[in-house]
């Protein structure tokens, strides 16, 4: 599994875009890239993955560069229920969860 | 669908008693995993399974032991609970589709506390 970097902490106002930055520059060529959340005491919940194009699905988008060493899952109008940790992950089958970011929405 | 569930939700335990937390999927999922959270960490991976009848060890596998006797079901024991395997438990199952694919989802997860 690539490893993944992540900021601990991030703060959206309610209703802006939020912009989740990842770095997983030893991804090799056929992992792909996962975005799961975890909101507080639940279960992680799968929001998107993608290989080399950008996706979008109803919850999120996903943005990764060129080169797949880095990538950006965006909230496009953030809500209050968005509060959670959100992971990064490279890989595939036995996924590494590190710490994630911490994504506060506030009113 | 009921997806994945974890049964039970919440234990105690003292020291040195034995449990088995099942997990159970109606996904036909062929891949299934055993977690475990503590405060403030990300969840790290104790054994896994890519099919029935077959298990294998992850990150922190010790003092746990695993089964896998059924495709929708995936077993897992503590012979000898310590304090220090109270955490909260989360199973996943996932459907390969064999490029490298591979989406995961969740139960709710088991809270252990061993006294």
């Known amino acids: 599994d690539a490893k993944t970097t992540q900021p601990p902490s991030m703060d959206c106002a309610e209703g802006r875009a939020a912009n989740l930055p990842c770095n997983h520059s030893?991804?090799?060529?056929?992992?792909?890239v996962y975005w799961y959340r975890q909101i507080h005491s639940q279960g992680p919940q799968y929001i998107i993955h993608?290989?080399?194009n950008n996706e979008t699905n109803e919850m999120a988008s996903l943005i990764i560069t060129e080169d797949r060493k880095s990538s950006t899952l965006i909230l496009p109008h953030a809500t209050l229920r968005d509060t959670a940790v959100y992971y990064c992950i490279g890989g595939y089958s036995t996924l590494t969860f590190g710490k994630g970011t911490m994504l506060l929405v506030s009113p | 669908n009921a997806g994945v569930t974890q049964t039970p939700k919440f234990r105690v335990l003292k020291t040195g008693q034995s449990m088995t937390l099942l997990c159970a999927q109606d996904m036909n999922h062929e891949y299934m995993y055993w977690y475990r959270q503590d405060p403030g960490m990300g969840l790290r991976l104790i054994h896994y399974s890519v099919g029935e009848g077959t298990t294998a060890k992850g990150e922190v596998p010790d003092g746990y032991n695993v089964s896998r006797l059924k495709k929708q079901n995936f077993l897992l024991g503590l012979e000898s609970a310590a304090p220090s395997q109270t955490s909260v438990y989360f199973c996943?199952?996932?459907?390969?589709?064999?490029?490298?694919?591979?989406?995961?989802?969740f139960g709710p997860g088991t809270r252990l506390t061993v006294l």
């Open positions: 993608g290989l080399k």
């Open positions: 996943a199952s996932s459907y390969t589709t064999g490029n490298w694919e591979d989406t995961q989802y």
């Open positions: 030893t991804i090799s060529g056929n992992e792909y």
